[in-house]
């Protein structure tokens, strides 16, 4: 991986982000890989944003897997799904983009927003948020414990 980021600088990370969010479930040492990133001399801003451009777009995967899923489950449970609506209306900017920056299985929300037919540019830029503020504390993280052991 280190050699990818070496190799493919800032589409690297964008690459690794987007792979390791678009597995539903699936650990990838990503937050680590952000953190060495900008440890390796790229800088931190610019590797928060390919990041968290990757990562929203990976994170589309949980979105259409709960826009699917909304309509098989919608025919034997409509009140789960117009739940999802409704808290989806109320909370959704705030939920997804909290959910988004915290160490949490996101693919949850991503689902659970696709079930409840939550509007997709909300969505991705909710997303974009929470990931980026993620990775811009993960990268800086990287960036400040270089410069105090050297």
């Known amino acids: 991986m280190i050699l ?3 190799t493919f600088g800032y589409l690297g990370i964008f690459l690794l982000s987007l792979i390791s969010t678009s597995t539903l479930f699936l650990p990838f ?4 890989i952000v953190t060495i990133a900008s440890a390796l001399g790229m ?6 944003i390919f990041s968290a451009l990757g990562m929203t777009i990976g994170e589309l995967t949980g979105y259409l897997v709960g826009v699917g899923g909304g309509s098989f489950i919608e025919k034997k449970h409509k009140s789960i799904i117009k739940k999802f609506e409704n808290f989806f209306k109320r909370f959704g900017i705030l ?3 909290l959910f988004a920056f915290l160490p949490f299985p996101f693919d949850i929300i991503g ?6 037919k939550y509007d997709i540019k909300k969505f991705f830029l909710a997303t974009f948020i929470g990931k980026f503020f ?6 800086y993280t990287g960036y400040f414990v270089v410069k105090i052991l050297w």
């Open 111 to 116: 689902i659970m927003a696709g079930m409840g």
């Open 43 to 48: 800088r931190p801003f610019l590797v928060s």
């Open 95 to 97: 939920t997804i983009s």
């Open 4 to 6: 990818l980021i070496k």
């Open 29 to 32: 040492p990503l937050y680590s």
């Open 134 to 139: 993620k990775a811009l504390l993960l990268s």
